[in-house]
């Protein structure tokens, strides 16, 4: 096994834990106190956004020497800290992480991961972008990945799971590591 495959194990066997616990279940209010420690659903995802970039192949220069890797949210933001608290000392090949909220589309250059809201106008404006820049696109909207967005985050039996339009990743200029590829429940590899 090699040392990317090991790391790639230990970031989703984090991340499923998160998972495992997230949602509180439907047992009512006399367990609030129980179910208050379980990350919420925008915790788990915000982990997700952390860790995708760790397997993304971006096209030779679109990341310098020395620069951060922006983790962007477009729009109105759903996650809080939670984005921040995952970001937070997390690197990739040397590269650290960081959380850029963004309030207009036009301010999504130099953006390499990018959390679209469901918004019509911007997933559009995100799907353009990524068309012409190397950047990869993750919403939780239902018709995302027909748009032409990348990463689509699904809710299974209350757990945080996420679908991959490969073809709009190939489009942008982005190997995604077959080990992504391999823990997305569907991968959808044509236009």
């Known amino acids: 096994m090699t040392p990317t495959s090991l790391h790639f194990r230990a ?4 991340t499923a834990i998160w998972t495992a ?8 209010r006399d367990h609030l ?4 420690h379980r990350p919420t659903e925008y915790q788990v995802k915000a982990a997700y956004l952390a860790n995708f970039a760790k397997f993304v192949e971006w096209p030779p220069g679109a990341i310098t020497d020395d620069s951060p890797i ?3 949210v477009a729009g109105q933001d759903p996650f809080g800290p939670a984005l921040d608290s995952a970001v937070s000392g997390e690197s990739v090949r040397g590269h650290p992480l960081v ?3 963004i309030g207009d589309m036009r301010d999504v250059n130099g953006c390499r991961v990018l959390f679209v809201p469901s918004n019509e106008a911007l ?13 990869l696109t993750v919403s939780d909207a239902p018709d995302f990945l027909k748009r032409g967005g990348m990463i689509k985050f699904v809710l299974d039996s209350n757990r945080v799971r996420f679908e ?10 982005l190997n995604l590591s077959s080990e992504l590829l391999r823990v997305a429940t569907a ?3 044509t236009p």
């Open 164 to 173: 991959i339009n490969l073809a709009a990743a190939k489009t942008a200029g």
């Open 123 to 135: 997933i559009e404006s995100a799907v353009v972008s990524a068309e012409r820049m190397p950047l």
């Open 70 to 72: 922006p983790v962007c």
């Open 99 to 101: 959380v850029r909220r």
């Open 33 to 36: 106190y129980a179910d208050s």
């Open 11 to 14: 970031c989703i066997a984090v």
């Open 187 to 189: 991968v959808r590899k």
């Open 21 to 28: 616990l997230m949602l509180p279940n439907s047992r009512g």
